[in-house]
């Protein structure tokens, strides 16, 4: 009896069980990798016929159950008999495709050797790079013992134990958190992936720590500093309760030196302390607008050399911005008498602000009043800080666990829409994972434990936002990008809060739940808060997606991997879209990676163009709208680089500081490309003067602390 037509793949092939891997394992045969890389290269050639890939499919499978019916083929005799066969059918280019794309697999396997790192997830060259420095585990000789997976079940194992303290089955909670992250839908913050399942057991990202007006004061949050970025997080302060330079000291009838000269001491420890050997500290700084000393803060890092590990922002209240339209005075108050010492100029001081961010890339603005506005747990006193990328706002050693979706895995390409139905699934396990990540946690410090466990604020974000547009066939900095933003995070924190409503019903509610704003508005809640959008750079350059909600900030570039080995990088999407449209050239991509954009290669359609544009081919205007659609559904803040071209001037980020106020932004950060001595991406900084950029690159922003 004949077999039906259409089952006729199925059917051959059906022999072969197994497949023999460069490394020797055996594992199971899987022929749809067969007809994804035939595939692959008919698309490199600008060419798809449906039909005779499934011929050759048919006949690739054919001649493996006839040659290796005794015993498993390698993963390379099977290539070979792919080329054989496409170059048997005259399919002659479609075999150089092919054959490209083994000779890059081969440099890639030949690099990941060279790493030391045995990857069993296929993932890229950038992750596998960043996995060996921080995150997998290694020997006393120095050595790499665990692969990718064998890291996320590591990480899956140990959260998943919190389920069992409500008597809940760990194990399925373990095999979806482990699904989740090796499929890399799903990621915690870097502190989660380092150290669960550790002895260290530090899991939060962020934390923010007290500085008191004495020395005791200020050398205990220095001790506190370097503990935590030691087990990997990053640290926040507010140094507004420092008084002012000059103010008297009367337990030595000395004069007070002022918040910024401490600073300096914070920033040294931070520089010696290597967090873990993994990754320098990270620190937000912190000041009122109204403290004496706020023109010395603003103007901290007009030196380049000077505060390295740290970011700085400036706390604005309402009152000041007003005072600023309104070119009034405004009080400079001594935090340690609360009398004022002296008016002056508010627009003076504001553009003071704008001049330094456009030289430095800093002082960044936090709307501080807003924050508090919208603090549910704001009983507990003002929130004076933010961590390192301004994206969390705490209260005093009050830590948080973040953890990012992968967009890119969620999208319906049939609908030509994100997959609202999978999205609600990997929200639901985000909640659940990022607050048991909060009973796992050994903390720091009794005070982070208590206020933690008390508020157990939580923030769930996003990754590969650049990506989705691209995709959907969305330009970044239009009316429709918006929506979707709007549309997408409003979604998002619903099902986030839902979830924490649920988990509420079976935990119980977070221990500060009646004296929250939540009370009396909402049913009972796990977490006081439940998303953030973070900038996700060490997590992004492992999904292979772009950080954030951030543009791409180049379409093609070359990487530094190794020492002296640089990998050419092409998105993805773009590629797939030229060649699409048969316009595809080595020469054209050469020609982009010079500046990292395609907006003045004319031969490109219009809508390549403005589908494709980087962060610096998008006004400050746009950058500021996406941030402000985002945090409209946000509970905590966002995390945004204000990317601005080399070549702006500075009332380019005056209107963008004033545009962030107006649209309900928590904080604003603005970079101006070349601004900062160090950078992780450089235009023309590559062979031939192309584009080139650090491992660290996560397709955000260029300057150091992006990774973070």
Same mark, same amino acid.
């Given at each position: 009896m004949e077999p039906k037509k259409g089952l006729r793949l199925k059917i051959i092939g059906s022999s072969l069980k197994k497949v023999v891997k460069r490394d020797g394992r055996i594992e199971t045969f899987d022929s749809s990798r067969i007809k994804n890389a035939i595939?692959?290269? !008919?698309?490199?050639?600008?060419?798809?016929?449906?039909?005779?890939?499934?011929?050759?499919?048919?006949?690739?499978l054919e001649e493996l159950e006839n040659r290796f019916s005794a015993s498993p083929p390698h993963v390379e005799q099977i290539q070979d008999i792919v080329e054989q066969q496409l170059i048997k059918r005259g399919l002659d280019k479609v075999a150089k495709a092919y054959i490209l794309y083994r000779?890059?697999?081969?440099? #890639?396997?030949?690099?990941?050797?060279?790493?030391?790192?045995?990857?069993?997830?296929?993932?890229?060259?950038?992750?596998?790079?960043?996995?060996?420095?921080?995150?997998?585990?290694?020997?006393?000789?120095?050595?790499? #013992?665990?692969?990718?997976?064998?890291?996320?079940?590591?990480?899956?194992?140990?959260?998943?134990?919190?389920?069992?303290?409500?008597?809940?089955?760990?194990?399925?909670?373990?095999?979806?958190?482990?699904?989740?992250?090796?499929?890399?839908?799903?990621?915690?913050?870097?502190?989660?992936?380092?150290?669960?399942?550790?002895?260290?057991?530090?899991? +939060?990202?962020?934390?923010?720590?007290?500085?008191?007006?004495?020395?005791?004061?200020?050398?205990?949050?220095?001790?506190?500093?370097?503990?935590?970025?030691?087990?990997?997080?990053?640290?926040?302060?507010?140094?507004?309760?420092?008084?002012?330079?000059?103010?008297?000291?009367?337990?030595?009838?000395?004069?007070?030196s002022g918040p910024v000269s401490f600073m300096e001491i914070f920033d040294k420890t931070t520089s010696v302390i290597k967090q873990g050997g993994r990754r320098r500290g990270a620190n937000m700084g912190v000041l009122s607008i109204n403290h004496p000393d706020i023109i010395d803060f603003i103007t901290a890092k007009s030196d380049p050399e000077r505060f390295p590990n740290f970011n700085i922002s400036v706390a604005v209240t309402d009152k000041f911005m007003k005072q600023v339209s309104m070119d009034q005075d405004y009080e400079l108050i001594n935090p340690r008498t609360g009398k004022v010492v002296r008016m002056v100029s508010a627009k003076s001081i504001f553009d003071l602000i704008v001049t330094q961010a456009w030289r430095t890339g800093d002082p960044g603005l936090i709307f501080i009043d807003r924050i508090n506005k919208n603090n549910p747990t704001s009983f507990l006193g003002p929130i004076s800080a933010t961590n390192p990328c301004g994206e969390q706002p705490l209260h005093d050693f009050e830590s948080c666990n973040?953890?990012? #979706? $992968?967009?890119?895995?969620? #999208?319906?390409?049939?609908? @030509?829409?994100?997959?609202?139905?999978?999205?609600?699934?990997?929200? $639901?396990?985000?909640?659940?994972?990022?607050?048991?990540?909060?009973?796992?946690?050994?903390?720091?410090?009794?005070?982070?434990?208590? %206020?933690?466990?008390?508020?157990?604020?939580?923030?769930?974000?996003?990754?590969?936002?650049?990506?989705?547009?691209?995709?959907?066939?969305?330009?970044?900095?239009?009316?429709?990008?918006?929506?979707?933003?709007?549309?997408?995070?409003? !979604?998002?924190?619903?099902?986030?809060?839902?979830?924490?409503?649920?988990?509420?019903?079976?935990?119980?509610?977070?221990?500060? !739940? @009646?004296?929250?704003?939540?009370?009396?508005?909402?049913?009972?809640?796990?977490?006081?808060?439940?998303?953030?959008?973070?900038?996700?750079?060490?997590?992004s350059i492992i999904a292979d997606v772009s950080s954030g909600i951030e543009p791409f900030?180049?379409?093609?570039?070359?990487?530094?991997?190794?020492?002296?080995?640089? !990998?050419?990088?092409? $998105?993805?999407?773009?590629? $797939?879209?030229? @060649?699409?449209?048969?316009?595809?050239?080595?020469?054209?991509?050469?020609?982009?990676?010079?500046?990292?954009?395609?907006?003045? %290669?004319?031969?490109?359609?219009?809508?390549?163009?403005?589908?494709?544009?980087?962060?610096?081919?998008?006004?400050? +205007?746009?950058?500021v709208r996406m941030q402000a659609a985002f945090q409209q559904y946000t509970d905590n803040a966002v995390s945004k680089t204000i990317n601005l071209p080399e070549n702006s001037s500075p009332e380019g980020v005056r209107e963008a500081f004033l545009l962030a106020y107006k649209l309900g932004c928590k904080g604003i950060t603005v970079y101006r490309y070349g601004s900062k001595p160090k950078q992780v991406l450089y235009l023309g900084g590559g062979p031939e003067g192309m584009l080139s950029a650090d491992v660290e690159y996560a397709g955000g922003c260029p300057e150091p602390f992006c990774p973070y």
């Amino acid at each position: 009896m004949e077999p039906k037509k259409g089952l006729r793949l199925k059917i051959i092939g059906s022999s072969l069980k197994k497949v023999v891997k460069r490394d020797g394992r055996i594992e199971t045969f899987d022929s749809s990798r067969i007809k994804n890389a035939i595939t692959q290269a !008919f698309e490199a050639t600008n060419q798809k016929d449906g039909s005779v890939i499934k011929e050759i499919v048919a006949s690739v499978l054919e001649e493996l159950e006839n040659r290796f019916s005794a015993s498993p083929p390698h993963v390379e005799q099977i290539q070979d008999i792919v080329e054989q066969q496409l170059i048997k059918r005259g399919l002659d280019k479609v075999a150089k495709a092919y054959i490209l794309y083994r000779a890059g697999r081969a440099k #890639i396997r030949e690099a990941k050797s060279f790493l030391g790192v045995q990857d069993d997830l296929k993932l890229s060259i950038s992750a596998i790079k960043v996995l060996r420095s921080r995150y997998l585990a290694k020997n006393e000789a120095g050595e790499t #013992i665990e692969t990718p997976s064998a890291m996320f079940r590591r990480v899956a194992y140990e959260v998943a134990l919190a389920d069992r303290l409500y008597k809940a089955d760990s194990k399925k909670s373990e095999e979806e958190f482990y699904s989740a992250l090796s499929n890399l839908e799903f990621l915690p913050n870097s502190p989660t992936l380092m150290n669960a399942g550790r002895p260290l057991g530090q899991l +939060s990202a962020c934390f923010v720590l007290p500085v008191g007006d004495s020395i005791s004061e200020i050398f205990e949050a220095v001790k506190k500093m370097a503990q935590i970025h030691q087990s990997g997080g990053g640290t926040g302060f507010s140094f507004s309760r420092l008084r002012p330079r000059g103010d008297i000291v009367r337990s030595t009838m000395g004069e007070a030196s002022g918040p910024v000269s401490f600073m300096e001491i914070f920033d040294k420890t931070t520089s010696v302390i290597k967090q873990g050997g993994r990754r320098r500290g990270a620190n937000m700084g912190v000041l009122s607008i109204n403290h004496p000393d706020i023109i010395d803060f603003i103007t901290a890092k007009s030196d380049p050399e000077r505060f390295p590990n740290f970011n700085i922002s400036v706390a604005v209240t309402d009152k000041f911005m007003k005072q600023v339209s309104m070119d009034q005075d405004y009080e400079l108050i001594n935090p340690r008498t609360g009398k004022v010492v002296r008016m002056v100029s508010a627009k003076s001081i504001f553009d003071l602000i704008v001049t330094q961010a456009w030289r430095t890339g800093d002082p960044g603005l936090i709307f501080i009043d807003r924050i508090n506005k919208n603090n549910p747990t704001s009983f507990l006193g003002p929130i004076s800080a933010t961590n390192p990328c301004g994206e969390q706002p705490l209260h005093d050693f009050e830590s948080c666990n973040l953890g990012s #979706i $992968n967009l890119v895995k969620f #999208i319906n390409q049939d609908k @030509k829409d994100l997959d609202w139905w999978r999205l609600r699934k990997i929200v $639901n396990l985000g909640a659940h994972f990022l607050d048991n990540v909060i009973d796992v946690n050994k903390f720091p410090f009794k005070e982070t434990e208590k %206020i933690t466990k008390e508020n157990r604020r939580v923030g769930l974000g996003i990754m590969g936002w650049a990506e989705v547009l691209a995709i959907l066939k969305i330009p970044y900095d239009s009316p429709e990008a918006l929506a979707l933003a709007r549309r997408l995070m409003r !979604f998002i924190t619903d099902t986030a809060r839902k979830a924490s409503g649920d988990l509420a019903r079976t935990r119980g509610e977070f221990p500060n !739940f @009646k004296k929250s704003k939540w009370y009396g508005r909402s049913r009972p809640l796990r977490n006081a808060t439940s998303t953030t959008i973070a900038p996700t750079g060490a997590i992004s350059i492992i999904a292979d997606v772009s950080s954030g909600i951030e543009p791409f900030f180049a379409i093609s570039f070359v990487r530094n991997i190794l020492e002296g080995a640089k !990998f050419f990088e092409i $998105n993805k999407y773009f590629e $797939n879209d030229l @060649k699409r449209l048969g316009i595809f050239s080595e020469g054209i991509i050469a020609e982009i990676a010079k500046t990292g954009s395609c907006q003045d %290669i004319q031969e490109f359609p219009r809508e390549v163009r403005s589908i494709y544009k980087t962060a610096l081919d998008i006004s400050p +205007s746009a950058h500021v709208r996406m941030q402000a659609a985002f945090q409209q559904y946000t509970d905590n803040a966002v995390s945004k680089t204000i990317n601005l071209p080399e070549n702006s001037s500075p009332e380019g980020v005056r209107e963008a500081f004033l545009l962030a106020y107006k649209l309900g932004c928590k904080g604003i950060t603005v970079y101006r490309y070349g601004s900062k001595p160090k950078q992780v991406l450089y235009l023309g900084g590559g062979p031939e003067g192309m584009l080139s950029a650090d491992v660290e690159y996560a397709g955000g922003c260029p300057e150091p602390f992006c990774p973070y």
